[in-house]
């Protein structure tokens, strides 16, 4: 794993890392919400939560060894 990243509410967790996927944990229930795989884009590198927009809905982006930030609403 080589990166982690908290929702700004505190309930979710990011984690990404060398096997090209980036996975989604609920913190309270230490479940998996959801498992992204991005092969294309390399092994990921660094995560961040973001306000997409006024929504109030949760995106993230995240940098991987293809050398572009990538965009996940």
């Known amino acids: 794993m080589n990166s982690l990243a908290i ?3 505190g309930f979710m967790l990011l984690s990404g890392g060398n096997d090209h996927c980036i996975v ?3 913190l309270s229930s230490g479940e998996m919400i959801q498992d992204i795989c991005v092969p294309s ?3 990921i590198s660094c995560l961040s939560w973001i306000k ?3 929504r109030d809905e949760s995106a993230f982006i995240f940098g991987a060894s ?3 930030l990538h965009l996940y609403e």
């Open 24 to 26: 989604i944990w609920n």
């Open 52 to 54: 997409a927009d006024d």
């Open 66 to 68: 293809d050398g572009n």
């Open 41 to 43: 884009a390399g092994f």
């Open 7 to 9: 929702s700004p509410q």
